[in-house]
């Protein structure tokens, strides 16, 4: 059964860096496009990044510049490094597999999803 972890969250100030983590299991995701979504409290889950089973990347405008999505497929496993973070990027993060165009920024569209993982910024 294909699975997706994600790890890497916590609590870091305004300004800070974290790298979240999403590693797939039970089938080879290398043909697949991969994606991170998140979701604030009382919001809905938006798009963040997602890259193609190539290599290409999508972003959201609000992280463009901060942060950036690349995946191993070696590893099965897509990363998202996460820079000058805001008390805005505050969420449970959610990382999303499926063969479809990577740029696809409707969350239902998405089959496979992980847990998630909470990132929370303080001022």
């Known amino acids: 059964q294909a699975q997706l972890a994600e790890s890497g969250g916590g609590l870091v100030q305004a300004g800070g860096s974290l790298r979240l983590s999403c590693e797939a299991s039970g089938r080879t995701f290398s043909p697949y496009s991969m994606g991170w979504f998140r979701q604030a409290p009382g919001k809905e889950r938006d798009f963040v990044a997602a890259v193609s089973w190539r290599g290409d990347t999508y972003y959201a405008e609000s992280v463009k510049e901060r942060f950036t999505i690349s995946r191993d497929n070696i590893k099965n496993t897509v990363y998202l490094q996460m820079n000058s973070l805001k008390p805005e990027d505050t969420a449970v993060y959610y990382c999303?597999?499926?063969?479809?165009?990577?740029?696809?920024?409707?969350?239902?569209?998405?089959?496979?999803w992980g847990q998630g993982t909470q990132v929370t910024v303080s001022s």
């Open positions: 999303a597999a499926d063969r479809i165009g990577a740029a696809e920024s409707n969350p239902r569209v998405w089959s496979y």
